[in-house]
C-alpha cells in the first residue's frame, strides 16, 4: 500500500487588518483586527478629583480611558503609542504602570472593558471583562487556536516581577478576569495565559499554547496585557511594549495508525509512506489520523492503493493556505 499525504505550502500570516485598515471585519473569528497596532488609535480625556488624563489606545482595544466603576475618575492613562519598536514594525502599544493616590495600579490594555470599583487593586471590584451587549467592548471570535504568539519588551524596577497575558475563550457570557467565581469560570471554552520578564529591555517573542476545558466553539474572546501578575504589584515606573500578536492553527499529523498499528517512521514533516501490507487495502474507518490542531480537520480518501490525508488548520476558511 502506499500512503500519501499531499503538502501544501503553509503559510502563517498576520490579519490583514494590520495592512489594510479600511477592509478590517471587527468581528474577525480567528485573528484580532490590529494585531500590530499600526491602524487607527483613539484618544480619551477624562477628569475627576486627580484631574484631567489623556490617553491614547489603539482601536478595538481600551484601558482605564473608557473604564466602568465608582473609582474610575481617579484613574490615570495607562496606553500610548510608541515607535520603540522591534525591527521591521512601525508602532506598537506601550503600557504603563500608573500610581494615583499613591497606589500602583496595573497598566493594563485589553480588548473588553475595564471596572475600577475599588481603592484597593487586590479586591474583586477591579477587573476586566466582555460586554456581550454592546459590540465595542466584545471580540468576537470562533477559532480554536492552539497557540498564542506576541512580541514584548518589559523594563521593570525589579528583576523578579513578572508582567502577564491572558486570552480567554468563552461563551456568550459576560466574562471576566481575573476571578476566582467558579460560575464565571464555567463559561471559560480555552485559555492561554503567561506570566513573564524579559532581559536587558530586549524585543523577545513569545508563543503559548491554548489549554482547553471544554469541547466547543468559542463566542468571545477576553485579551488582556498588564504591567503586572498581581493587581497592585510592581512599581509605577514598570512599562511592557507589545507588538504583532497572532493565532497560531496547526495543521499537521501527531499521529497515524492503520488497522490499530502505528505507521513505521511516522513523522508528522514526513509526508510520503511506502506500506507494505497483505494485498487488502484498508478502509477509511482502519485509518487513525490524529491532528496537532485541535480545531483542525481532517480528510481521508482512497484511490485504489493510494490513501491520501488532508488535515486543514481550525483557521482554513480564512486561510487557505493553512493544509497539508
Given at each position: 500500500i502506499i500512503l500519501i499525504m499531499n503538502?501544501?505550502?503553509?503559510?502563517?500570516?498576520l490579519a490583514i487588518a494590520c495592512i489594510i485598515a479600511g477592509c478590517i471585519n471587527v468581528q474577525a473569528q480567528y485573528q484580532l483586527p490590529n494585531?500590530?497596532?499600526?491602524?487607527?488609535?483613539?484618544?480619551t480625556t477624562w477628569g475627576g478629583l486627580l484631574g484631567k488624563s489623556t490617553e491614547n489606545v489603539p482601536q478595538?482595544?481600551?484601558?482605564?480611558?473608557?473604564a466602568d466603576g465608582s473609582l474610575q475618575s481617579f484613574t490615570k492613562a495607562s496606553v500610548s503609542q510608541s515607535t520603540d519598536t522591534r525591527t521591521g514594525s512601525g508602532s506598537c502599544a506601550k503600557i504603563s504602570a500608573t500610581s494615583p493616590l499613591g497606589i500602583v495600579g496595573n497598566g493594563t490594555l485589553t480588548t473588553g472593558k475595564m471596572n475600577a470599583g475599588s481603592p484597593t487593586p487586590d479586591e474583586t471590584g477591579n477587573?476586566?471583562?466582555t460586554d456581550p451587549n454592546d459590540e465595542e467592548y466584545q471580540q468576537k471570535f470562533t477559532g480554536r487556536p492552539d497557540a498564542i504568539s506576541f512580541w514584548v519588551k518589559s523594563k521593570m524596577a525589579s528583576s523578579t516581577e513578572e508582567a502577564r497575558m491572558a486570552a480567554i475563550l468563552h461563551d456568550n457570557f459576560r466574562y471576566q478576569d481575573p476571578t476566582k467565581d467558579e460560575t464565571i469560570l464555567s463559561h471559560k471554552i480555552g485559555s492561554a495565559e503567561l506570566n513573564y520578564t524579559t532581559t536587558n529591555e530586549q524585543?523577545?517573542?513569545?508563543?503559548?499554547?491554548?489549554?482547553?476545558?471544554?469541547?466547543a466553539t468559542p463566542s468571545f474572546l477576553l485579551l488582556t496585557f498588564t504591567t503586572n501578575k498581581t493587581p497592585g504589584g510592581g512599581n509605577k515606573n514598570d512599562v511592557v511594549y507589545i507588538d504583532d500578536i497572532e493565532f497560531i492553527y496547526n495543521s499537521k499529523l501527531e499521529s497515524l495508525k492503520i488497522g490499530g498499528v502505528a505507521v513505521d517512521g511516522f513523522d508528522k514533516d514526513t509526508y510520503n509512506y511506502t506500506i507494505t501490507g497483505d494485498g487488502v487495502v484498508p478502509t477509511e474507518d482502519q485509518i487513525e489520523a490524529v491532528s496537532d490542531g485541535k480545531g483542525?480537520?481532517?480528510e481521508t480518501t482512497i484511490n485504489e492503493n493510494v490513501v491520501t490525508i488532508v488535515v486543514k488548520g481550525n483557521d482554513y476558511s480564512k486561510n487557505n493556505n493553512n493544509t497539508h
Open positions: 503538502k501544501f505550502t503553509r503559510k502563517m500570516m494585531p500590530g497596532f499600526e491602524g487607527t488609535w483613539k484618544e478595538y482595544w481600551h484601558s482605564f480611558g473608557t477587573y476586566n471583562f524585543w523577545v517573542q513569545k508563543t503559548v499554547n491554548f489549554e482547553y476545558t471544554q469541547d483542525a480537520s481532517i
